[in-house]
């Protein structure tokens, strides 16, 4: 919601599974939406689970986006950037395909250590800077209320044996992602920029 979707072309890099994809597409009426992944079972997913009418998921490097300059109005990259190779190759990619005025939106976690890194490469980027938040506390929260739930289904799922990386996965308490955010040695950064 940091920008209004309706009626523009939008690009989810890393859309994984698909559900933010298909969140926006049924509630933020935005013209198009495209969801871009690296893999391939992602992708099969998507089709097959978010089969929401105007909701192509395509296969693609986040580093070496599949698209003409100026085809999006708007980028969102939820989650996926501390996997990347290269930061600054992707800001550089998202901004090509961006239009004039278009918004990158984004927010993913990174080591303490290297938040002034991330922010550096945001003011590098050749975008303005409209908005920055850590949003680890509401990250916390949100681990908080969900905490029961996923802990649930993880173990109605799965075996004993296979339960540890679930319940990492899935950042309940006492995992590592969990920690990291409680201890500060983890944040979860917000941004939006406009080319």
């Known amino acids: 919601s940091a920008v209004d979707l309706a009626d523009l072309d939008v690009l989810e890099v890393g859309s994984g599974r698909g559900g933010g994809a298909s969140y926006i597409a049924r509630y933020l009426k935005p013209k198009t939406l495209t969801g871009l992944d690296v893999s391939d079972r992602a992708i099969q997913f998507c089709k097959h689970v978010h089969a929401v009418a105007g909701l192509p998921f395509t296969k693609g ?9 100026a085809s999006f109005d708007a980028v969102i990259n939820i989650e996926s950037s501390h996997c990347y190779r290269s930061m600054e190759t992707f800001l550089a990619n998202a901004k090509r395909v961006l239009r004039h005025n278009g918004y990158f939106i984004y927010a993913d976690f990174r ?37 029961q739930r996923k802990l649930l289904l993880i173990r109605a799922l799965f075996p ?5 990386p679930f319940l990492e996965f899935a950042g309940v308490k006492g995992s590592k992602i969990y920690s990291s955010f409680q201890s500060g040695t983890m944040i979860y950064l917000h941004y939006v920029l406009q080319k």
């Open 160 to 164: 004993d044996w296979l339960l540890k």
């Open 111 to 147: 080591n303490k250590n290297d938040v002034a890194l991330l922010h550096s490469l945001m003011e590098q980027s050749g975008m303005k800077i409209l908005k920055r938040e850590d949003i680890t506390a509401n990250v916390l929260r949100s681990l908080d209320l969900d905490h």
């Open 61 to 69: 490097d986040a580093e070496s986006l599949p698209f003409d300059a």
